[in-house]
């Protein structure tokens, strides 16, 4: 197969023997002749309320080897919402007109949820704070003997319960990883 692009460089012609083809280009798409693939270079849509400095962040990130760890919540109290799923994993972008960041879960994943850029009040990366909105704070938490027998230990999240467990410690565990200083539960 042949590639040629018009002198514009705004359209390509493939030729297959002789099946010849004419296809527009849009300004936002470029093609990468070694790999044969089609490249989205639209910028990125971003809610209007995202700060700069969550965009620049992220975007560094973005197709890159390093696994980050998001905790959303409230950007104008700074209040955490303590999300334990689908906070952690590498930084991707959607397709299509209006290009998305997603968070891709491993490696040998092909895609990822849409990321809520306008409700991150912190990322870590390797236990290292990259970013943290100025009145960031989680609720208070308490690990106590729990209120049922078939269970060890419960936790509390400012006085309501938000988890049990079955086994000593793992509540410990849970409230590290809640809090930020280990990435596993």
Not at 63 to 83: N, S
Not at 135 to 145: R, V
Request: a neutral charge; proline letters at 4%.
């Amino acid at each position: 197969m042949r590639i040629k692009f018009d002198s514009d460089n705004r359209c390509v012609i493939i030729d297959r023997k002789e099946f010849y083809t004419l296809y527009s280009i849009p300004d936002y798409l470029s093609i990468d002749i070694d790999s044969k693939t089609w490249i989205n270079t639209y910028p990125i849509d971003y809610n209007p309320e995202t700060p700069e400095e969550v965009k620049q962040i992220l975007e560094s990130r973005l197709h890159k080897d390093k696994r980050i760890r998001l905790f959303f919540g409230d950007i104008q109290t700074g209040k955490d919402w303590e999300e334990e799923f689908d906070t952690m994993g590498y930084i991707g972008k959607s397709t299509g007109w209006k290009p998305i960041l997603i968070l891709v879960n491993n490696k040998r994943s092909t895609g990822g949820g849409g990321i809520l850029t306008h409700c991150i009040v912190k990322i870590t990366e390797n236990g290292r704070v990259l970013y943290q909105n100025k009145n960031y704070h989680q609720s208070k938490h308490e690990i106590q003997p729990s209120d049922l027998s078939e269970y060890a230990e419960m936790v509390l999240f400012d006085g309501d319960i938000q988890a049990r467990f079955v086994k000593p410690g793992q509540g410990k565990r849970y409230v590290d990883f809640i809090e930020g200083k280990r990435n596993n539960k």
